[in-house]
Each structure stands twice: as C-alpha cells, then as structure tokens.
C-alpha cells in the first residue's frame, strides 16, 4: 500500500465548470502544453461514456463489435501519437483496479491496452495501493495538465460525466501530481497487466448499472 496520501479536494476553493466548459477548457489548456506532461488518476470502476460507439455496443451487449469498434481508431490513434511527439508532450494514465474486474474496466482495459500500444503512458494499480487514501470515500478522478491545472472531473452517481471542479493552486497543482506519479511509479505497465490478468476473460455478463 502506497503510504503517500492523497491530497485533499475542497470543492469551494476551485471553479465549477459545465461539461461543455470543461470540455473546451480542457483542450485548449492541453493544446497549449508543449515540451511537459500531463497525468490522470482513474479510480471508479464503472462510466457512461457518451460519444464512443465501442462503448455503445459494450452497453448493448454485443462484445465482438466492442472490440472491432476499439480496432478501427488504429489510425486516429497513430496520429495523435505523432503529434504528441512533435510537440514534446507525454500523458499518463494511473488505472485504479478491483477485483473482480467490472465489465466496464475490462473493455477500458482493451482500449487502454491498444492505447499503450501507440506510445501511451499506462499502468494499472490494484485498489489496496490506494487505501490510506479512501477512509472517507474513493479517490476523485482528477486530471493534472502541464504542471499547471488540476482538473477533478464530476460524475452523477449513474457514472456519467457532469463537468469538473477546476484548481490553480499551483501547490496542490503540485502535490496532486506528485501523488500520481508515486502510484505510477508502483504501477504495472498495462501491456503486461493485460496479457496476464484480462486476455484470457470470457466476454462480460452484464449487470444491472455494472456494464
């Protein structure tokens, strides 16, 4: 167990942000980063994702066109790695895991697997590494862009995105980001983890509000 602890969210000390706001935020700070990193912490194990066909065919069940769906943006993929290249830019990915996985984290690991693939930085942690952290409740899903923007994104308790919480503080900028590189620095490379913990899963049973 990771005896780092996370730092501690205030709500009130960041600006409240729409999902479109975010969203447009989001990339222009991103777009703005050159020659640094970025890291993300991603600690719950089920989402609504809006916009991915993939994940739209993983809700209806059909696994085989989850998979294909994941194929097709080899290219997209490809492209996005040249240009983070181009520019000096790297993001880390810290995938929080429980046992057993939930369908969800298995498909994202599939996706995550293909994105690693592409020169994208991803480990996997087990849930025990972040326990100090949690005696209140799981871990936020935060994103740290370029050392300078800490980003907690906000969910509904459905799993689906509803905006974020933005921080400047450059201190717990820097202390948020200090956290996740500890937890990638115990991490499993997702390669790895993939080929011995999920490549031999059956497709997912779905659940009620677990797919």
Known sequence: MLDLLAPVLVPEQGDRLTRTAYKQD??????????????????????????????????????????????????????????????????????????????????ELHSQRQRAQYGQRIRVVPAEQVAASEDSGPLPEVV????????????TEAGVANGAIRFTDRDLVERWENYIKALYAVGEEVISYFDREVAHLEPPTLGAGRE
């Open 26 to 107: 989001f990339r222009q700070r991103e777009d703005a980063v050159r020659n640094g990193s970025s890291w993300k912490l991603e600690r719950r194990q089920h989402f609504e994702e809006q916009g991915s066909p993939s994940r739209d065919a993983l809700r209806r069940g059909d696994w085989e066109e989850a998979l294909r769906l994941l194929a097709d943006r080899r290219d997209t993929l490809a492209a996005t790695a040249q240009e983070d290249e181009r520019r000096g830019y790297a993001f880390h990915r810290v995938r929080v895991v429980e046992s057993p996985l939930t369908p969800y984290v298995q498909w």
């Open 144 to 155: 740290v862009l370029g050392g300078r923007t800490l980003f907690q994104v906000v969910y």
